[in-house]
């Protein structure tokens, strides 16, 4: 009776157990840099890409003005310059603001400052070569490529590890490492989320490596606002009560936005990733680096 009472108590204990591990949630992993994200993000650099090496053609050009993943074009290096088949190359594009209306008061002198933005539109793969032309296939597309879109080497770009954005600190105290600004987003956005690539004006002169993170902060009642806002709503609001003294900017904490991840670096820039956000981060907000 004794070791049927046993076993019995043992199934319940061994079931309870099984149960147990069965509704436990499961860790979800700390999500990774994707191969897309780091190799479309585009880049500023104050440095002169080269600009010898085009797309000058491809195929079915009667009527293609664009060319995307899997489409053949024609560059004008060839055999006598050295390509072979099997060589990979980038292409990219200087892109410019299509509305040419700053979002705040120092933004395109900074954006002068940091040097040219330019977009990723893709690689390519030399399938063909010529003596003075080569044939390349498309191979990855972030966008599509024309006629007079810049050829250079392909340089691979390694992705950097994410940390868990539940370390994230609300309420992060004042790093003493350089201090920078949002300066502009992808495509000339001025609004960003989570994943969102933006470019701000720190770089390897200041210290900036590819996977350092950068914090996102704001200030109540700067000089610098991303939006219009009443005079003084820092400390008062008609109609809505208002503090016993006049404060500025710096005599307030400041607000902790997010933080994001490096995925490219120059001289006087950087590209950033917004991994965590807690509220929309604007052009014209802050940095320092972690």
């Known amino acids: 009776m004794r070791a049927r009472i046993a076993v019995l108590s043992l199934s319940v204990f061994l079931g309870a157990g099984v149960s147990s591990a069965q509704n436990a949630a499961p860790v979800a992993p700390i999500p990774q840099v994707d191969y897309s994200t780091v190799n479309c993000s585009g880049f500023l650099t104050d440095q002169k890409v080269p600009e010898e090496v085009r797309i000058v053609s491809g195929e079915q050009s009667n009527y293609k003005i664009t060319f995307m993943r899997g489409d053949y074009v ?18 990219v594009r200087p892109d410019k603001d299509p509305t040419d209306v700053p979002w705040f008061k120092w933004q395109y002198k900074l954006m002068k400052a940091m040097g040219t933005l330019y977009m990723d539109a893709g690689q390519l793969r030399v399938v063909s070569v010529q003596p003075k032309f080569s044939i390349a296939r498309v191979s990855f597309s972030c966008d599509f490529m024309q006629r007079g879109d810049i050829v250079v080497a392909y340089q691979d770009r390694p992705a950097p590890p994410f940390k868990d954005p539940a370390a994230f600190d609300h309420f992060a105290p004042v790093s003493g490492k350089p201090v920078a600004m949002v300066v502009v987003g992808k495509d000339y956005t001025q609004l960003y989320g989570k994943l969102s690539p933006v470019y701000v004006n720190l770089g390897t002169n200041q210290g900036v490596k590819v996977g350092d993170y950068l914090r996102i902060f704001r200030y109540q009642g700067s000089n610098n606002e991303t939006l219009k806002l009443d005079k003084g709503y820092q400390y008062k609001l008609y109609g809505f009560g208002s503090a016993p003294g006049r404060y500025e900017w710096n005599d307030l904490p400041r607000e902790v936005l997010g933080e994001g991840i490096v995925l490219n670096v120059s001289r006087n820039s950087s590209t950033m990733m917004i991994t965590f956000n807690s509220t929309e981060v604007y052009a014209g907000d802050y940095v320092e680096i972690e």
Do not use: A, E, P, Q
Not at 74 to 91: L, Q
């Open 74 to 91: 024609h560059i004008n290096r060839g055999m006598d310059k050295g390509v072979r088949v099997g060589d990979r190359f980038s292409v």
